[in-house]
C-alpha cells in the first residue's frame, strides 16, 4: 500500500504543473489525441441519430447525462447548431466494439462499425462528462480525438450469490458501473452449496428448500431470483451490451439442491455432506437436463456455466455407492475422475443439444468435450499445466486466476478480512491493473484461444453490500484496463490518477469504496 501512496503523491505534484490535461476516461483508450476545440454541453444539444437501429444507444444517452449530470437533452434525426451525432462508419477500427469519438465546437460525432462499438463511444462521452466542469448548466468538456479497440472481447465480472445473496437492485448497479468501464460478461454464479437462488418451474422445491440458508446462516430465510426478476436483470444487462452467463454447479457443490431433492445426491465426505449428484442414477441426468432447459429460456446468452470444480472435495461415497459400481463396470471407468468426465460428457451434450456451449471450471481440462463448443476459465493460477492442457485440446480459454482475479482476497497488507493466497501474494489494485497473459508460463497457440479476462467475487466473507463495494471498488477499473488496454499503453501511475477522478462518482452512488489514497484501513467495513 506504501507503494501506491507515494506513486498517488508522485502524479498529483507533477501533474500539478502539467498545462496539458490528461484524458480521463478509463480503460484508456488506445489513439488519444487532444482537440483543438472544447464542447460546450447545454440543454439545447440534441442527440442525432443517423439510423433508426440506434434511437436506443441515444435514448440510453439521453437518460444518462440527465442521471448523471442533470442535464436534459432531446433526440432527433435532424441535424441541430449543437449535437452528438451516433452513426456507423467503416473508417473505425474491425473489431467488435471499436469507436471512434470526434470534437468541434459545436458538434460531437461519435461513430462505430456495430451497435456495441456505438455504445462504448457513448460511455466514452459520458466519462468525460462526467468528469467535466459544470456552470449555468452548461457543461464544458474537453474535446478529444479518440480511435478505440478492446484488446479482448471478453472483459468479465463474475458475482457468487450463493453464499451471500444481494437482491436485484445491487445487481443491477453493478451492471452499471460494468458498462460505465466497458465490461461485458457477466458470469453469475446462482447455485452452490449454501443456496438455490434460481427459480426452476419443475422442480419449486430448489428454491423453497434449497434457497434456504446463506454461508452465514444456515436457517436464513430463503433468496432468490423469480424466472421474471431473471429475465428483467438479464433485459438490464441487454440494453448495456453485457451478456448475462448463469452458472449452474455440479457434480459437485450440490448440497443446496440436495436438500430439496435428495433423490439425485451422490453423497458427500464428512466436511462436504451431501456436495454431489449421483452420476450414477440415470435419472439424474434427465433432472438437471430439465434444469438447464429452463435456465436457457431465462439466458439467451446461449451460454450456460456447469462448474465442474473441486469434485473431489465430496465424492467419499462414489466408492461404495452401487450406481456408481455399475456406471465404472459398464462404461469402464478406471478412477472417480474418469466418472467426473463421463458426468461432464453427458451433461455437455445436453448442452449442445439445446444450443448451448458448455463453460467450465479448468477441472475440466482432461476431458474430452468438444473443443469448438468449449470454454475452460482458467482459475488455479499456481496450476498452469491445466491452462496448458485447455490450450493443446484447442479450448477457448477465459483467464480468471485466483491471483490476482479474486476480489474476495485481500487487497492490501493491513486488510483484516479476506484470505490471500497462502500469504505472499496481495490481490492489490495494481497487481490487478498489471496482470499479463505473456507472463504466464504457458505456449499459446497461433490462433490466440484466449476470448479474454474476467475477475471472480466469491462471498464466502462478503456479507454486506458494504463489503461487497469496498471488495470491488476500485479494483473494478483496474480489471477494465488490464482486459481492454495493451499491456504496452499502460501506465499504472496516470491510472492511478485517473482513478481518483473517480472516487467523487463512488461517493455520488453510495458505494462504500477502498480508497487506496490513504495510508490507514480504519474505514474497512467487517465480513
Known amino acids: 500500500m506504501k507503494k501506491e501512496i507515494i506513486i498517488f503523491v508522485l502524479c498529483i505534484a507533477f501533474f500539478k504543473g502539467y498545462t496539458q490535461e490528461y484524458c480521463p476516461i478509463i480503460p484508456l483508450p488506445e489513439k488519444i489525441e487532444k482537440s483543438k476545440e472544447n464542447f460546450a454541453l447545454n440543454r439545447n444539444t440534441v442527440i442525432v441519430f443517423e439510423d433508426e437501429q440506434i434511437k436506443r444507444i441515444g435514448d440510453y444517452l439521453q437518460s444518462e447525462l440527465l442521471r448523471s449530470v442533470q442535464i436534459t437533452l432531446s433526440t432527433s434525426n435532424k441535424k441541430a447548431a449543437s449535437e452528438i451525432v451516433l452513426s456507423y462508419s ?72 450463493s453464499r451471500h445473496f444481494f437482491g436485484k437492485k445491487k445487481v443491477k448497479q453493478t451492471l452499471d458501473w460494468m458498462a460505465f468501464y466497458k ?105 438437471l437436463t430439465n434444469i438447464l432447459r429452463e435456465t436457457d429460456v431465462m439466458f439467451p446468452s446461449q451460454m450456460i456455466h456447469i ?15 452401487g450406481d456408481i459400481k455399475q456406471l465404472m463396470e459398464k462404461e469402464k471407468l478406471s478412477d472417480l475422475k474418469a466418472v467426473e468426465n463421463y458426468f461432464f460428457k453427458r451433461m455437455a451434450d445436453s448442452l449442445l443439444l439445446i444450443g448451448n456451449k458448455v463453460l467450465a471450471w479448468d477441472e475440466v481440462a482432461e476431458s474430452n468435450l468438444p473443443k469448438n463448443e468449449t470454454i475452460v476459465f482458467w482459475w488455479r493460477h499456481n496450476k498452469p499445466e491445466q491452462l496448458q492442457k485447455s490450450l493443446d485440446k484447442g479450448f477457448s480459454v477465459v483467464l480468471s486466476p485466483r491471483s490476482p482475479m479474486y476480489f474476495d482476497y485481500k487487497q492490501d497488507s493491513l486488510q483484516v478480512h479476506g484470505p490471500n493466497w497462502k500469504k505472499f501474494s496481495l490481490n492489490s489494485t495494481e497487481n490487478v491493473y498489471h496482470f499479463n497473459p505473456e507472463k504466464i508460463p504457458v505456449v499459446f497457440p497461433k490462433n490466440n484461444l484466449v476470448l479474454g479476462i474476467q475477475a471472480n467475487v466469491w462471498t464466502e466473507r462478503i456479507v454486506t453490500e458494504q463489503r461487497l463495494d469496498y471488495m470491488m471498488y476500485p479494483r473494478i477499473a483496474a480489471l477494465a484496463e488490464a482486459a481492454w488496454t495493451k499491456n504496452s499503453n499502460r501506465n499504472y501511475a496516470q491510472f492511478i490518477l485517473r482513478l481518483k477522478d473517480q472516487f467523487p462518482l463512488y461517493k455520488k452512488s453510495g458505494l462504500y469504496y477502498f480508497d487506496l489514497t490513504k495510508p490507514d484501513l480504519t474505514g474497512e467495513p467487517k465480513e
Open 90 to 161: 467503416k473508417a473505425v477500427p474491425n473489431v467488435i466494439g471499436a469507436y471512434k469519438l470526434a470534437f468541434t465546437k459545436n458538434k460531437v460525432t461519435i461513430s462505430g462499425r456495430d451497435n456495441e462499438g456505438l455504445f462504448n463511444g457513448v460511455i466514452s462521452f459520458l466519462q468525460l462528462a462526467s468528469s467535466a466542469k459544470k456552470a449555468n448548466n452548461i457543461i464544458n468538456i474537453v474535446g478529444w480525438q479518440i480511435t478505440d479497440q478492446p484488446q479482448y472481447n471478453w472483459r468479465g465480472l463474475m458475482l457468487d450469490e
Open 183 to 287: 465490461l461485458n460478461r457477466f458470469h453469475w454464479h446462482l447455485t452452490d452449496q449454501h443456496g438455490w437462488r434460481v427459480e426452476i418451474k419443475q422442480y419449486p422445491k430448489l428454491t423453497t428448500v434449497g434457497g434456504i440458508g446463506n454461508y452465514s446462516n444456515e436457517n436464513a430465510a430463503a433468496n432468490y431470483y423469480t424466472q421474471e426478476e431473471i429475465k428483467e436483470i438479464v433485459s438490464y444487462a441487454a440494453e448495456r451490451f453485457i451478456q448475462v452467463i448463469p452458472e449452474i454447479d455440479m457434480p459437485g457443490h450440490a448440497s443446496a439442491a440436495n436438500r430439496a431433492y435428495p433423490e439425485f445426491s451422490g453423497g458427500g465426505s464428512k466436511q462436504f455432506p451431501e456436495f454431489t449428484f449421483n452420476p450414477g442414477k440415470e435419472l439424474t441426468y434427465q433432472y
Open 307 to 321: 462448474g465442474g470444480d473441486e469434485v473431489h472435495y465430496g465424492n467419499e461415497k462414489w466408492n461404495t455407492d
